[in-house]
């Protein structure tokens, strides 16, 4: 599946580069067709564990398994990169985006107040942005504290 899915990561940005936003209906056909083999073969290789007569609660799965399972339940988010050329292959920019709640939250082992986090939240929301949009954050930040904060086109 590793294999499969940077292959096609390469196919999208040659693609891309070509100026293409998307597979056709039949390049997409083809991704979702070996994906669903590459997931049959999977199961065979991965077959859900058997119960155990006398123990109860769920069986345990082996961690193979339940990355086949999110490889199931999450098709869609998995393969979105092939249907939608502007939606990036990883989530490393979420997770980025998430970080410094986590960190703070962590460090301090909560926020003093409701708005102390929100107006954090807001502020690293409008960092962010200034960065993927390519502005210099301290004059962003400057323009923001001076009351002129940079307004983009939506």
Known sequence: MKQFLLEHLQKVNSIKADGA????????????KKYDELINEGKQLYPPPEKIVGKGGPTKKSKPHNLLDR???????VLAFVRDFS???????AEQSI????????????????????DLADTRSY???????????????????????????A
């Open 21 to 32: 936003i998307c597979f056709t209906k039949g390049q997409l056909k083809y991704v979702h």
């Open 127 to 153: 960092i962010a942005t200034m960065q993927k949009q390519e502005y210099s954050i301290f004059q962003a930040l400057e323009n923001a504290i001076s009351g002129n904060p940079i307004k983009l086109l």
């Open 87 to 93: 939606i990036s292959f990883g989530n490393n920019i």
């Open 99 to 118: 970080r410094m709640m986590k960190v703070k939250q962590k460090i301090s082992g909560c926020f003093r107040s409701e708005q102390g986090a929100k």
């Open 71 to 77: 490889f199931v339940d999450f098709k869609s988010g």
